[in-house]
């Protein structure tokens, strides 16, 4: 059974920094490209970043540039987002997933998400 398990998130001042972790089990790790992406209360999907099957290639959302570094450990079969100098505006639900193309929110897998709130 694939599972994408996301921790890490919680609440956090404006200028804080969290990073979120996510284990995936039930499919090979390595081969997949991985996202990131997060909904805010009341919006669709927001892509935040891809990492390619090696770790080499990462891309950002402009909003998010920066300030978010996305990176994975294929031995563990983990993927990180390290998330810095936060914004009201990044609280959401993020979520990890198996993207099926880069830059985009859609998926084959997708965990169940870690909320981030970002507030003095």
């Known amino acids: 059974e694939v599972q994408l398990v996301e921790s890490g998130g919680g609440m956090v001042q404006p200028g804080g920094s969290l990073r979120l972790s996510c284990a995936a089990s039930?499919?090979?790790?390595?081969?997949?490209?991985m996202s990131w992406v997060r909904q805010a209360p009341g919006k669709g999907p927001e892509w935040v970043s891809d990492i390619s099957t090696g770790g080499g290639t990462t891309y950002y959302a402009d909003s998010v540039k920066g300030r978010f570094t996305t990176s994975r450990d294929n031995a563990k079969n983990e993927l990180y987002l390290q998330m810095n100098n936060l914004k009201p505006e990044d609280t959401a639900l993020y979520f990890c997933t198996r993207t099926l193309r880069y830059k985009s929110t859609s998926y084959s897998a997708r965990g169940q998400g870690t909320q981030v709130t970002v507030s003095s």
């Open positions: 039930g499919f090979i790790f390595s081969v997949y490209v």
